[in-house]
């Protein structure tokens, strides 16, 4: 048996990989959603040059999620099988292979493709990044951790739209993609040398914060019963649509509805980014407070998230009635971050009902139905741009829906979810 010395000297060194790794975690995140905004920041340049319409680019936005949901549950599965140092290298592999075309001349075809490749490739991004940062730390302490893994889905937009304007300003917008790739590649070496899951034992006695034991392993079917995961999947749903639409077509919005030029358009679009990387940190120490407080986590982890869905939604049904201006974007922006801020409690709230063995799978299969809505939100948006009376039309017409469908699926989930109920349920069945 080791000593009580040498176990109390490997603990500052777990500690200080687990926040090295929580680091390529986040810049794993920044690429991630780097890679999902730069169609959004060519889309003038990209529509010009291959003649496209708002319905056709709308496909091309929609195409990336096409295979996301099978990524998602592949990767969710591949998870407990294969360790994280080579699944996740190798996603990042395939997301270079998907970008590296885009930086000559392609047609709609080959676009279509290397979207589709990347969404599948991206798909199990979120499900893995969360189950290897959980690996690192026990169930108290999972909440900021799992904020600050978000919030670098909030940089990669903040940081790649001013940056990828310029190159596509100076360049062309299929520099950017090349730009892209070669970050890919960079991150693949650095989390070969670097990353990895947490040690055994801290998986091994992983402990329920409300101290309910679950069992080691529970039907799928029983788990995605429970009024939890259940909400948790309509919330993430309606929050994905508004994010995967404030990816896709913000940066046009703000061009063709509303009349910005390309330069400010660059950096107004950085607003709701910069807004959300600090929500959900913020967002995740207040929910960590409300647990030391003793609070359960049917408010610091489920009603939490869900009331700033419900408010985002009511600010994005508010802002797309308003003409261009700074009431305009303050609505705007106060919406992506309430929308944002909620994503990483809700995911400590998923792994509070969660068997640590059936975790990856069921982050996998959750982020596999909210992805759905990043399907369907970026078509619905071309759809009624193409029908409506004017661009700034078709634009509120679409956030307009946009708003009401999150204030559905934000109340169905205030009202379902309750992690500390489902998981004593779960135990008790067992």
């Given at each position: 048996m080791p000593s009580a010395t040498a176990s109390g000297a490997r603990v500052p060194a777990v500690r200080r990989r687990a926040w090295?790794?929580?680091?390529?975690?986040?810049?794993?995140?920044?690429?991630?959603?780097?890679?999902?905004?730069?169609?959004?920041?060519?889309?003038?340049?990209?529509?010009?040059?291959?003649?496209?319409?708002?319905?056709?680019?709308?496909?091309?936005?929609?195409?990336?999620?096409?295979?996301?949901?099978?990524?998602?549950?592949?990767?969710?599965?591949?998870?407990?099988?294969?360790?994280?140092?080579?699944?996740?290298?190798?996603?990042?592999?395939?997301?270079?292979?998907?970008?590296?075309?885009?930086?000559?001349?392609?047609?709609?075809?080959?676009?279509?493709?290397?979207?589709?490749?990347?969404?599948?490739?991206?798909?199990?991004?979120?499900?893995?990044?969360?189950?290897?940062?959980?690996?690192?730390?026990?169930?108290?302490?999972?909440?900021?951790?799992?904020?600050?893994?978000?919030?670098?889905?909030?940089?990669?937009?903040?940081?790649?739209?001013?940056?990828?304007?310029?190159?596509?300003?100076?360049?062309?917008?299929?520099?950017?993609?090349?730009?892209?790739?070669?970050?890919?590649?960079?991150?693949?070496?650095?989390?070969?040398?670097?990353?990895?899951?947490?040690?055994?034992?801290?998986?091994?006695?992983?402990?329920?914060?409300?101290?309910?034991?679950?069992?080691?392993?529970?039907?799928?079917?029983?788990?995605?019963?429970?009024?939890?995961?259940?909400?948790?999947?309509?919330?993430?749903?309606?929050?994905?649509?508004?994010?995967?639409?404030?990816?896709?077509?913000?940066?046009?919005?703000?061009?063709?509805?509303?009349?910005?030029?390309?330069?400010?358009?660059?950096?107004?679009?950085?607003?709701?980014?910069?807004?959300?990387?600090?929500?959900?940190?913020?967002?995740?120490?207040?929910?960590?407070?409300?647990?030391?407080?003793?609070?359960?986590?049917?408010?610091?982890?489920?009603?939490?998230?869900?009331?700033?869905?419900?408010?985002?939604?009511?600010?994005?049904?508010?802002?797309?009635?308003?003409?261009?201006?700074?009431?305009?974007?303050?609505?705007?922006?106060?919406?992506?971050?309430?929308?944002?801020?909620?994503?990483?409690?809700?995911?400590?709230?998923?792994?509070?009902?969660?068997?640590?063995?059936?975790?990856?799978?069921?982050?996998?299969?959750?982020?596999?139905?909210?992805?759905?809505?990043?399907?369907?939100?970026?078509?619905?948006?071309?759809?009624?741009?193409?029908?409506?009376?004017?661009?700034?039309?078709?634009?509120?017409?679409?956030?307009?829906?946009?708003?009401?469908?999150?204030?559905i699926g934000a109340v169905a989930a205030l009202l379902l979810v309750d992690p500390d109920r489902d998981a004593a349920r779960l135990?008790?069945?067992?």
């Open positions: 090295f790794v929580l680091a390529l975690l986040v810049c794993l995140m920044l690429v991630n959603f780097a890679d999902k905004v730069v169609v959004g920041l060519s889309g003038v340049g990209m529509k010009r040059e291959l003649g496209l319409d708002s319905s056709q680019f709308g496909v091309i936005q929609s195409s990336f999620f096409w295979l996301f949901a099978v990524g998602s549950v592949l990767g969710g599965w591949l998870g407990g099988r294969v360790r994280a140092r080579w699944l996740l290298a190798g996603i990042a592999a395939l997301w270079v292979l998907s970008l590296v075309p885009m930086a000559a001349q392609v047609g709609f075809t080959t676009i279509v493709a290397c979207r589709v490749l990347l969404g599948f490739a991206e798909g199990p991004t979120v499900a893995l990044a969360m189950q290897v940062a959980h690996s690192w730390f026990p169930a108290h302490r999972r909440t900021v951790p799992s904020s600050i893994v978000i919030a670098g889905a909030g940089a990669g937009p903040l940081i790649a739209a001013p940056v990828l304007t310029w190159v596509i300003e100076t360049y062309s917008w299929h520099a950017a993609f090349g730009v892209l790739a070669a970050f890919g590649a960079v991150f693949a070496v650095l989390w070969l040398l670097g990353g990895g899951s947490g040690p055994e034992g801290a998986r091994a006695g992983d402990h329920h914060v409300a101290a309910t034991a679950l069992p080691e392993h529970v039907p799928l079917r029983r788990l995605f019963s429970t009024g939890t995961l259940i909400g948790m999947a309509l919330l993430f749903f309606v929050a994905y649509a508004n994010t995967s639409v404030g990816v896709s077509w913000l940066p046009l919005y703000l061009r063709d509805g509303l009349g910005y030029d390309a330069t400010t358009a660059g950096k107004l679009v950085v607003l709701p980014f910069l807004g959300a990387a600090v929500a959900v940190i913020l967002v995740g120490v207040l929910s960590s407070a409300l647990t030391r407080r003793g609070v359960g986590n049917r408010v610091a982890r489920g009603i939490l998230p869900a009331a700033m869905v419900l408010a985002s939604g009511v600010c994005t049904v508010a802002f797309s009635s308003l003409d261009r201006g700074v009431p305009q974007m303050t609505l705007l922006v106060i919406g992506a971050c309430l929308n944002s801020a909620g994503y990483g409690v809700a995911f400590a709230g998923l792994a509070d009902v969660a068997p640590t063995g059936q975790r990856s799978t069921v982050f996998g299969i959750v982020t596999g139905i909210y992805s759905l809505g990043g399907v369907v939100a970026p078509l619905v948006i071309g759809r009624l741009v193409d029908a409506g009376t004017s661009a700034a039309a078709g634009y509120g017409d679409g956030f307009l829906v946009l708003g009401f469908t999150m204030i135990a008790a069945a067992s």
